[in-house]
Each structure stands twice: as structure tokens, then as C-alpha cells.
């Protein structure tokens, strides 16, 4: 336990982000490679195939990022301790961006594969309406004028919200679409070559140092904001008290 809070420590410190990102940026670059140039196209889809190495990552950062959200959730409105929620709305936002960037590069591949931007397939709508739950999750956080309440009610929706994240990545095995069925987590093994394989995984490993960086960046980010709100409410009561006479 010491040990993980250490870790948990140095990384949201300010060289521990500083490290993060730096790693990051390498392991994204050696993807980009990785995809591009050194791995070769797909027989049948040819070029437009490489999407499968940022399509892929961002809808799994979508999925991590929602379980966080649901995990944070549960521990603060068991705790009720700020921490749990600062960890929750930084993921959320995070899920809500990989959200949308799943569903514009789903439809960038979707059209010279299927013929259209956009079809009514089971995965790609109940993936838009995990975007819709967690835009309400952001939106419901802004709402109350009583900070405490608007993040129970965001809590609550985190924890219901997160109940169509299993649904959508069972969508295709559920009902005939367009979309395609798993490729990798199969029960008789991934269809996809090793070469596309390691380069998917490495895209995958890629992107969630990606989210870890960001997720520490924008808990750091509400800390500070927190403290400056909490200096802006001291600063009145400090010159009220300069003002009284002795």
C-alpha cells in the first residue's frame, strides 16, 4: 500500500509528469512508425486498413477511462472524499474525447468500407449514446449551485452511465450489423497477422501512457483550481479582518 501511494505520488508530481510525458511522446512516435511504415497494409482494405492502430486504442482508452469514471464513482459516494471525484471528471473527460475520436475515425473508415459516414449499427449507436451519457455526466457537474450535490448526482450517473459501456462492446456479438465482429479477443485466437498484432498492441500501450498523462496533468490541473478558489474566498475575510479597528 505504501509503496503504490509513493508511485501514485511521484507520478502526479510535477517531474513525475514531466517523465510521463516524455514516455509518452516516444511510444507514440514509435506507433506511428510502427503503423505507417514499417508494418504493411492490409491485403483487402489496403491503406485506409492503418486506422485499425488509432481506432482501436481510442475506443479502449473510452472503455478504461469509463471504468475509472464507475470506480471513482463508487469509492466517493462511499467516502465522500474529493479525491475520488477529481479522479472521476478528469476521466470522464478524457472518456468523452476518445469517445468522439472512436466515432470520427470509425466514420473515416466506415465510408470507403460500407459506402456510408454513418449507419444506425447497433455498436456505433449505442457508442453515441455513451458519448451522450457522459456529455450529461460533465453537464450535470455544472448545474447545482452546492458543489457537494452536482458531485453525488454526477456520481450516481457515473456509476448507471457505465452500464452501456459492457453493451457496446458486446453490440456485435448481440445483433447483425455492419460493424465487424472481434478481431483479437476471440475465443479461438485473433485473426489479425503478428506483424499487425504487435503494432496494434504497441498503439494500445501507446495511447494508455496517453491517458495516464493526461489524467494526471488534469487532476493537477483541478487541484490548482481548487486552491485558487479556496484563496479567493479567504482573500475577502482577510481584509474584512485588516479592517476592523483594534
Given amino acids: 500500500m505504501r509503496r503504490s501511494r509513493r508511485a501514485v505520488g511521484w507520478l502526479t508530481s510535477e517531474r513525475g509528469r514531466r517523465v ?3 514516455t509518452t511522446a516516444v511510444f507514440l ?3 506511428a512508425v510502427l503503423s505507417l511504415v514499417v508494418v504493411p497494409a492490409d491485403a483487402e482494405q489496403g491503406v485506409v486498413q ?3 492502430y488509432v481506432h482501436v486504442p481510442t475506443a479502449w482508452i473510452a472503455y478504461l477511462a469509463f471504468t ?3 470506480a471513482a464513482s463508487v469509492a466517493y459516494l462511499r467516502t465522500r472524499r474529493t479525491r475520488w471525484d477529481r479522479l472521476a471528471e478528469a476521466s470522464a473527460e478524457i472518456g468523452v474525447v476518445f469517445t468522439a475520436l472512436t466515432i470520427v475515425l470509425g466514420a473515416i473508415w466506415g465510408r470507403p468500407t460500407w459506402g456510408v459516414w454513418w ?3 447497433p455498436r456505433l449507436t449505442t457508442t453515441a ?3 451522450l451519457i457522459y456529455l450529461g455526466y460533465l453537464a450535470v457537474r ?5 458543489p457537494m450535490r452536482a458531485y453525488r448526482w454526477a456520481a450516481v450517473i457515473g456509476v448507471l452511465g457505465f452500464l452501456d459501456v459492457p453493451v457496446v462492446h458486446l453490440s456485435v456479438l448481440w445483433w447483425r450489423g455492419l460493424h465487424q465482429p472481434p478481431s483479437v479477443l476471440r475465443v479461438q485466437g485473433p485473426v489479425v497477422a503478428p506483424s499487425m498484432l504487435f503494432a496494434l498492441g504497441f498503439a494500445v500501450a501507446a495511447f494508455t501512457l496517453a491517458y495516464l498523462w493526461l489524467l494526471v496533468t488534469r487532476m493537477h490541473l483541478r487541484r490548482v ?3 485558487a478558489r479556496s484563496d479567493l474566498l479567504r482573500a475577502p475575510v482577510a481584509r474584512v479582518g485588516k479592517e476592523v479597528p483594534n
Avoid: C
Avoid at 142 to 146: F, H, K, Q, T
Fill in 68 to 70: 475509472v469514471v464507475f
Fill in 129 to 131: 449514446i455513451l458519448f
Fill in 142 to 146: 455544472r448545474l447545482p449551485e452546492n
Fill in 50 to 52: 492503418r486506422l485499425m
Fill in 29 to 31: 512516435t514509435l506507433s
Fill in 225 to 227: 483550481e481548487e486552491r
Fill in 119 to 121: 449507419t444506425w449499427d
Fill in 20 to 22: 510521463l510525458g516524455w
